[in-house]
Nanobody
């Protein structure tokens, strides 16, 4: 089992930046894929960015060039980040961290990101 705790959400103006953090309870290099998803009000949850155990990254077309997923497993930090630049109102939603493992799929509690126009 993996516990995930997100932080870093908040209210930002159009064009602003935020960095989300996801702290995992186990070594992230043992997790097949770590990802960030978001869910806007009334919409389905969608993949924003992901990073595989081997370090390969993948982004939704709508965030390419603006968002960057990274990880830090030094000193047992076991944290995945989502750097979000040039934020737009359509980026508003609850952002969830996900860990895809051989044992199952795990989710954090989510963190709200609101971008005002």
């Amino acid at each position: 089992q993996v516990q995930l705790v997100e932080s870093g959400g908040g209210l930002v103006q159009d064009g602003g930046s935020l960095r989300l953090s996801c702290a995992a309870s186990k070594n992230i290099l043992s997790i097949n894929v770590m990802g960030w998803y978001r869910q806007a009000l009334g919409k389905q949850r969608e993949l924003v960015a992901a990073i595989t155990r081997g370090g390969v990254t993948n982004y939704a077309d709508s965030v390419k060039g603006r968002f960057t997923i990274s990880r830090d497993n030094a000193n047992a930090k076991n944290t995945v980040y989502l750097q979000m630049n040039d934020l737009k109102p359509e980026d508003t939603g609850v952002y969830y961290c996900n860990a895809a493992t051989w044992m199952g799929n795990y989710w954090g509690q989510g963190t709200q990101v609101t971008v005002s126009s």
